[in-house]
């Protein structure tokens, strides 16, 4: 005796009409499968939903992304740190993100092989020594002065120029072109974002940033090797080496300046 029970049928099966077309797939699983292509223009095969896509372009375009200056992008590069790590190391970049000062930057792979190096995207210029004297004194001020939240030590041009000054070699003695470096240094710490931007154009605060990238091993050895260089005369040279992000001196894109006006912070 045979079964002539039906066999189940499968609801999802798409089955052949009358024309011998199957019938599409339910709307719902057609907008899913779009959906999950995170497609945002015309050929994208991006595998990024946009907000992971504007932290990626901000980690690209800017010395750091930080939970202050980039609020959207710094939530982002938590959510999706892996994926981002991923994007960069493609371009021989890595990701440094300090979940604490709530920081994140990239910096330039290292290849392990001395025969053959990477290609590099990131502009290694050495840092003055008017600009290796103002990050050892914003870090001693962080250290000494951190108040409760981040980038709330502010500092005068007046006093990072007294500081400074105390540097000056004994054998120098034109001060005007001694002030214009500190002036240019300063410049270019405020387009590093390492000094942030205020109401007054003579008053800075310290991004928290610095902590980062001056742990307190490289603080003491940088404030050892500036006193020495002091003590032995002579005119000021290139500083060391201060572990910043190689492109932290890039002059910043039209865009970039009308951004940082309109986040200036009331001092």
Known sequence: MSDTTPAPVDDEVAFPDASGVPDPAPHDELDERDESTFALFEGDEGRLDEPQRRALVALLRHPYVSARTHTDEWRAVLDAEHQLRS???????????????????KRQARSESTRRGFPTLLRDAPYTREETIILVYLRMRLRADARPGPDQVVVDRSEILGHVSGFRPATATDRTRDE??????????VTARVLLKTTDPDRFRVASV???LLPLERLVELDTWLRNAT????????????GLPADAGDPETDADAEADDNEEDRA
């Open 210 to 212: 610095v902590e980062v």
């Open 180 to 189: 214009a470096r500190v002036a240019k240094a300063v410049e270019r710490l």
């Open 231 to 242: 003590s032995g005369g002579g005119e000021p040279t290139d500083g060391a080496g201060t």
């Open 87 to 105: 994007r960069l190391n493609d371009l021989f970049l890595e990701l440094h993100v300090d979940r604490d000062r709530e920081v994140a930057f």
